[in-house]
């Protein structure tokens, strides 16, 4: 009989938040669902429970109630790159990792076969435990049982890790979990208890006959996993390996010309390789090992999936032209990153042979060559967002590749304008021909009171500023030049 180990990490996403803000452990501390004094409590610490907090308040709320409240919000990338990690780490463990397909911190080992090799096993789950606390500084709680279904029960409803030796231990300890401790939804826990359904063994009690018109379709899908019927929404998790060249020096190499060379020759048999797995290359790492100097890790991204060796050798080109190598190259390492090809079924609704007045090929083209000879930082777009400062209303985010265009009727004309995110300090107005304002901006009090006064300023050297004065600073800034 299999061997399952469930790893539940409780409040996965505020112990993601709390990782990057470690100070704030000791204090009440929540995670919001949008930075904003209306978003909303999704997940508390012990000490903000204790404090009298609850999931759903509103941030502005809670803060009134505990003015020493730490919060704020984490993006879902982190989470699903902080779950990534501890997927990897955890195949050091057991051949077969899986991981839930919505719950980012839960996870399934196959233990099968290794109570050959721990006569316990807590020998083998404390070790376990106690690891990924040390590495992530993420609190997990471990059972290993016989079911997953029924393994994911207990390590949700419980804060104590443990093992069960025979699979009706088990089934008991998951028929005393409480229905309220699962994750589900406000709706299905008022017709449970409506239904005076506590735990699970009451939920198993049930007939299956007509369970379908009487429960939301997540309560039967819970009875059904439980029973052994349906398994729970799993994904293995696989670690690919990249595809990877290498060769070591026996000399140090400076001549960028001779590196791009010695490149070149691993590029040819690199990209077969993936044109033999049906894959394109999206990225290519290069690697080198320097003589006595940390070693360099360069990125090349070419502008789409592509076996093209020349498109990818200027790029390398462009790339290795602007290293400063601070001395030779002992060892060159190719690692490839690659999808698997598409069909490129958007040539069908373009038609005809003859090329389009926009090539959005080769502007994605042009945008790669930026990014080798200048750094990825320096392609970026703008997105818009929600905020209340004008600084806060945009992020700068990497731009890979141009959309389709998605023209859309321009109701108003609006002027080109350099936005400063830091606003410039003035050591005074300059002489103005004409003068719009004040618009004042004022708020900022759940975090940094603030109050501007706005004004639009055409200047007699003939320029179009946008300034503000800080009332709490006493000083003039300028945000913006039209």
Known sequence: MDRWACINAADFALQVLLRAHPDWREEPAALLDRDHPQGKLVGLNLVARQAGLRSGMRYGEALALIPALRAGTIAPEEVEAVADAIARALIDYAPQVERHEELAGLFWLNASGLSKLYPSWRLWAEPLRDRLMERFEIRVTLVVGFRRALTYVIARTSRTSGAFDTPEAEARAAGKAPLSELDLSRSDRDLLAHLNLRTLSDLLALPAHGLERRLSPALVALYHQARGDRELPIRPFRVEEPTQSSQHLDYAERDTHRLLFLIKGHLHPLLRRLEEANDKLIALELHLELERHPALTERIEPAQPTLDALTLSDLIRLQLERLDLPAGVTQLTLTAHSEKTRTEQLRLFLGGDEPPARDIEA??????????????????????????????????????????????????????????????????????????????????????????????????????????YDHRRHRWYVHAEF
């Open 363 to 468: 502007a994605n083209r042009a945008l790669a060559r930026l990014r080798a000879q200048f750094g990825v930082e320096a392609v970026q777009r703008v997105r818009m967002r929600q905020a209340h400062l004008p600084e806060g209303r945009f992020l700068l985010e990497p731009f890979d590749a141009l959309p389709l265009p998605t023209p859309t009727a321009l109701k108003t004309s609006q002027a080109v304008r350099r936005f400063y995110p830091t606003p410039l300090r003035l050591r005074g107005l300059p002489p103005a021909r004409e003068r719009e304002g004040p618009h004042t901006i004022c708020g900022g009090w759940w975090v940094r009171e603030l109050h501007r006064d706005y004004h639009l300023i055409a200047t007699n050297d003939h320029r179009l500023i946008w300034v503000f």
